[in-house]
């Protein structure tokens, strides 16, 4: 035995056939922005904070000095975006632990980025998702390239244990250089 029940839709509309419903009226999210360029305070719909939003629209980034030897928290990371604007953010200053929504932000140089009520930027989990994958990347890469290198370290010092001096092993001989003009043949 089956039982069922069926809603009968005549108008597309389920609202209507709630006796007593208020609908909510729906106002479009809008946030607040100190806006450094115009040198004023505004309310912002969020058409218009997705479209100069710090973690939205990067179509390339890269960090400033790729070098093994630093730490890529000290870094900078240079984010180019889809309008050619650019910023450089130090890469530490991502937050990958914080979920905390920022509830105002701050434009300067045409992007926006989400502060705290101190001005303090907010780049985490919730507010940049695309900075803290971005982030998370680097690490990894950091992480697989230490490894490698840490390899390569065991390798060699297993070399050296079993009596192999790499040093005076890779001394490049050269033949002495030729003497041009003169010749003990004549």
Not at 10 to 36: A, I, R
Not at 47 to 73: H, K
Not at 124 to 133: A, C, H, I, Q, R
Not at 138 to 163: C, I, M, W
Request: proline share 5%; aromatic share 8%; with cysteine.
């Amino acid at each position: 035995m089956t039982i069922s029940a069926r809603l009968i839709v005549d108008d597309g509309s389920l609202l209507s056939q709630v006796p007593g419903l208020k609908e909510p009226s729906l106002q479009p999210h809008t946030y607040l922005l100190l806006d450094d360029d115009a040198k004023e305070c505004r309310i912002i719909p969020e058409d218009e904070l997705e479209a100069s939003y710090v973690d939205n629209n990067i179509s390339q980034y890269q960090l400033d000095d790729i070098s093994p030897l630093l730490q890529v928290d000290k870094q900078f990371l240079i984010i180019t975006f889809s309008t050619n604007a650019q910023t450089s953010i130090l890469l530490g200053l991502v937050d990958w632990d914080t979920a905390i929504r920022a509830e105002q932000y701050v434009k300067r140089d045409g992007i926006i980025y989400p502060i705290d009520d101190s001005g303090n930027l907010m780049l985490n989990v919730v507010n940049t998702p695309n900075l803290v994958n971005i982030r998370k990347k680097y690490h990894d890469d950091a992480r697989a390239a230490s490894e490698t290198n840490l390899k390569f370290a065991n390798l060699v010092y297993q070399f050296v244990q079993a009596g192999f001096d790499p040093a005076s092993h890779l001394e490049v001989k050269l033949d002495p250089p030729k003497s041009y003009g003169s010749s003990d043949e004549d």
